[in-house]
């Protein structure tokens, strides 16, 4: 009896790290994702601002459509000259991923 106790316990504690870890792997992923939409919205917001890109669409419409494409949702859309700064939003388990990001020529 005092064995079959002891290994209930522990299939107990090993169930509760798993899903814990999967909860934390799951996120993890989620802002990674929102990172790398919000990299790929900016530079194509700053690519059609700076006409490299030809567009009929504005550079924050381009920017939407991109993190749309990447599984995120925009927020903020700030074009400035040749630099575009944009924030996107993502969510996972009721919980948001937020990431930011800005491209354009260097400053100086």
Not at 48 to 77: D, F, K, N, Y
Not at 93 to 101: E, I, K, N, T
Request: net charge neutral; aromatic share 2%; proline share 4%.
């Amino acid at each position: 009896m005092a064995g079959s106790a002891v290994a209930a316990g522990v299939l107990a504690v090993a169930a509760t790290l798993s899903l814990g870890l999967a909860a934390v792997g799951g996120a993890a992923v989620t802002a990674q994702r929102a990172a790398g939409a919000a990299d790929a919205a900016a530079l194509a917001a700053a690519d059609v601002a700076s006409g490299a890109v030809p567009s009929a669409e504005a550079p924050c419409a381009v920017a939407e459509r991109v993190a749309r494409a990447g599984g995120a949702a925009l927020t903020t859309c700030v074009v400035q000259g040749f630099v575009a700064t944009v924030q996107v939003q993502s969510a996972y388990a009721g919980l948001a991923a937020v990431s930011r990001a800005r491209a354009g020529p260097p400053e100086g």
